[in-house]
């Protein structure tokens, strides 16, 4: 694996489930699947429309999956943008420069490669690398990758906000685990973190891109006017906060063990990204666009999905005891609110963002 060294700072890490079995998120990532695959066309005409392959002299053509996790949905990512890539060149009458491609795989250190580079295609058309390290923090040397991706991977914070752990602070969030619905202090807090860890993000691409190299980027997103409780994932991880409760009110956990846990997750707005890169200065916005994915899935789906990808997190706050039961328990949920959860799906809620390096 490469190696960085131009280490930043330890960060919190939040691994998806490894391995294989039932509750692995390589059996339970549809939903991220669905959402890269609504935007699927749209990653063609960013190809197509912004990337200059002209003026690209180095051999191989680099690109990097910016928190990967384990697959199989970045195999598809990349085995889809590489088509692309090369459809390009033979549509610029190119083909006889056709490039070799090396793909870089990111996530955390404690992200599950093992399971990753075992399930590698046998049939592939390039070179598999894996870098392991946070994407808040600078990854590859300058200058040297030419196509970015990131998807359902940006709406992580580095860390739970600082203030939302201090019991004497106004962002202190008793009796939930995210800032829907909760004071100002929260979702101000809450934002902060986003966009102070976004603006190191955006950073540290601006360097690693080649000049003229895009960046395609696949988030949650809060849509104008919306409130983030009637958006899909804040509903679930309500319901999920609400399950927790319940559990407290039972005995099985304790009062101060939710009153303590908070997800590291945001949604931002098309406003806030817009700003964000605006003020980075080194990129161009190509293209930024709610998308509608229009998933639907089950009490029990809902619930899996949840697991695969929070699961360490809870059981590092909880024990790992009480896993099974929150997630019975949260499904059953998730299938007495079907029907908010399913209306909350009418409006956009991924954005879209295509980034260039001027």
């Known amino acids: 694996m490469s190696s960085n060294t131009n280490s930043s700072p330890t960060l919190q890490s939040f691994p998806m489930n490894g391995g294989d079995g039932p509750h692995s998120y390589l059996k339970n990532s549809d939903l991220q699947r669905e959402a890269t695959d609504?935007?699927?066309?749209?990653?063609?005409?960013?190809?197509?429309?912004?990337?200059?392959?002209?003026?690209?002299?180095?051999?191989?053509?680099?690109?990097?999956?910016?928190g990967c996790s384990v697959g199989p949905n970045t195999f598809h990512a990349m085995q889809h943008i590489v088509e692309a890539i090369e459809r390009k060149y033979s549509e610029e009458g190119l083909k006889p420069q056709m490039p070799e491609f090396q793909i870089f795989f990111n996530d955390h250190s404690t992200n599950d490669f093992n399971t990753l580079f075992s399930s590698l295609p046998a049939e592939r058309r390039y070179f598999a690398c894996g870098v392991p390290g946070s994407f808040h923090g600078r990854l590859f040397p300058e200058g040297s990758i030419h196509l970015m991706y990131s998807s359902y991977a940006l709406q992580w914070l580095s860390k739970v906000p600082e203030e939302l752990l201090d019991k004497n602070s106004p962002a202190w969030n008793r009796g939930r685990i995210l800032y829907s619905g909760a004071p100002d202090e929260v979702s101000q807090a809450y934002a902060a973190q986003f966009e102070n860890d976004m603006e190191k993000f955006l950073c540290a691409r601006a360097k690693e891109l080649v000049v003229g190299g895009i960046m395609v980027l696949i988030m949650p997103a809060l849509p104008d006017g919306i409130p983030a409780s009637q958006i899909p994932s804040a509903f679930m991880f309500d319901l999920l906060g609400a399950t927790l409760v319940d559990m407290a009110i039972e005995g099985l956990i304790t009062e101060d063990q939710v009153d303590s846990f908070n997800l590291p997750v945001y949604a931002a707005s098309r406003e806030q990204m817009t700003g964000l890169v605006t003020r980075n200065g080194f990129l161009s916005i190509e293209r930024m666009e709610i998308v509608n994915t229009a998933s639907k899935h089950g009490g029990k789906e809902c619930g899996m999905h949840l697991r695969a990808g929070l699961e360490g997190i809870i059981a590092q706050?909880?024990?790992?005891?009480?896993?099974?039961?929150?997630f019975d328990r949260f499904s059953k949920k998730a299938v007495e609110f079907s029907h908010q959860l399913e209306s909350s799906h009418k409006e956009g809620t991924q954005l879209f963002v295509v980034l260039r390096r001027k």
């Open 317 to 326: 706050q909880f024990g790992s005891g009480i896993v099974d039961e929150l």
């Open 38 to 66: 609504a935007s699927r066309t749209m990653i063609e005409d960013a190809i197509a429309e912004k990337l200059d392959v002209k003026c690209f002299s180095s051999n191989p053509f680099r690109l990097a999956d910016l």
